[in-house]
């Protein structure tokens, strides 16, 4: 809801604090930078002190520091209140899924974080219509005021929420004795658990490669290469996103029944496959169809991410492993735009998105041939992290 919501407000910001595109488009980049250091940060200190301290922080700091935007009056100010709400956010979006896999049973695991990756999609469509009533009479500040009550609310859901037994026993290990050792060097000292990180890092950078290039480029693509109008192409990006929600809970569902790494692969792959289609068979008469089984595809492999990555690694770096390896994936998010752009200049934009292709069949393919899914049960209690070499 928060990017879609940037997004939104871009033009109303600009014009009022008389940013040039470059200024403009630095926004954008301040949260992500905030989203990167802080989901790293988060995940080393949910395996210090516990992951639902952890979220609640991330959700506290979000809230409060993308309200405050509303009471900016400087780009500097709206800047810096990016950045830190950023942080927050980044947090969240690790921390949070993690504390969901670890308190849902295996069976039914990947429908219930497939559902929750959906509602990522869910908040792009309230963040547009927010956006529709509020910015044309209250402008962007009340856009971003409106940020406060779901933190209150959510804030209110996490008051009385333990930690989940993993972790919990982890804690009590160390307080018996235990060696505490830094997550960081535990995870690299165990050779296996180090290939699992720098598996799911390749695979996070080619996933986030893909879904935001997607993300950046299909309205330009539908405009400037199909020439369809602006008006029709964000009602085709809206069933796009649409689609992708109906997606991701689907295949979260299947993940259950058939199996983690089976459908993470054939998710990948069909993606991959069916991106030249939409590039080189799309004209304005059917890409609304085209764009329809798109968004069915493209988000499908987040709906598996979170519960094959967190299943990957035992619960006394679990928190910091998977936070890592995710944001190292920001370098593909935010190469994809920029490599994309490079190639639509000298080509077309069209040609620029067959790149993605070629990142989801990477992602698919590095960890469904050499990540076993259900390495370890983030509801249960495992051992200590030398265990697993």
């Known amino acids: 809801m928060d990017l879609q919501m940037l997004a939104l407000a871009l033009p109303s910001i600009s014009r009022e604090l008389h940013l040039s595109s470059v200024a403009a488009g630095a926004l954008s980049t301040y949260t992500l930078l905030g989203m990167g250091f802080g989901g790293v940060l988060a995940g080393w200190l949910a395996d210090r002190i516990g992951r639902v301290h952890v979220v609640r922080g991330s959700v506290l700091t979000f809230s409060a520091f993308t309200g405050l935007i509303a009471l900016c009056r400087t780009y500097q100010q709206v800047a810096g209140m990016r950045f830190i709400s950023?942080?927050?956010?980044?947090?969240?979006?690790?921390?949070?899924?993690?504390?969901?896999?670890?308190?849902?049973?295996?069976?039914?695991?990947t429908t219930v974080l497939g559902t929750l990756q959906a509602g990522w999609s869910v908040g792009y469509v309230i963040a547009a219509l927010l956006s529709t009533y509020l910015l044309p009479v209250w402008g962007w500040r009340a856009l971003f005021a409106c940020a406060v009550l779901p933190g209150i609310v959510t804030l209110g859901l996490l008051w009385k929420v333990p930690d989940p037994p993993g972790w919990t026993a982890t804690r009590n290990r160390r307080e018996n004795g235990a060696a505490r050792p830094n997550p960081f060097r535990a995870m690299w000292a165990v050779a296996p658990v180090r290939r699992t990180f720098l598996l799911w890092s390749v695979a996070a950078i080619a996933l986030q490669f893909g879904y935001y290039g997607a993300n950046s480029w299909l309205p330009s693509y539908l405009v400037k290469d199909l020439g369809v109008s602006l008006q029709n192409a964000g009602w085709y990006v809206a069933g796009t996103y649409t689609m992708m929600i109906a997606g991701k809970i689907l295949t979260g569902y299947l993940a259950d029944i058939v199996g983690r790494r089976a459908i993470w692969i054939?998710?990948?792959?069909?993606?991959?496959?069916?991106?030249?289609?939409?590039?080189?068979?799309a004209t304005p008469a059917n890409v609304a169809?085209?764009?329809?089984?798109?968004?069915?595809?493209?988000?499908?492999?987040?709906?598996?991410?979170?519960?094959?990555?967190?299943?990957?690694?035992?619960?006394?770096?679990?928190?910091?492993?998977?936070?890592?390896?995710?944001?190292?994936?920001?370098?593909?998010?935010?190469?994809?735009?920029l490599l994309i752009g490079m190639a639509a200049s000298k080509y077309s934009i069209g040609l620029g998105m067959g790149l993605l292709g070629i990142s989801y069949a990477v992602c698919a393919l590095v960890p469904g041939l050499f990540v076993r899914e259900k390495m370890f049960d983030p509801k249960t209690v495992d051992t200590a992290v030398a265990a697993s070499a």
């Open 289 to 337: 169809y085209l764009l329809l089984l798109f968004g069915f595809l493209y988000g499908a492999p987040y709906a598996v991410n979170a519960t094959y990555m967190s299943e990957s690694f035992p619960a006394e770096v679990r928190a910091t492993a998977v936070a890592t390896s995710y944001n190292i994936g920001r370098v593909g998010s935010t190469l994809s735009p």
């Open 266 to 281: 054939v998710a990948g792959v069909l993606t991959a496959l069916y991106l030249p289609i939409l590039i080189y068979a």
């Open 86 to 109: 950023g942080f927050g956010l980044g947090a969240l979006y690790c921390i949070g899924t993690l504390l969901a896999a670890e308190y849902t049973p295996t069976r039914m695991r």
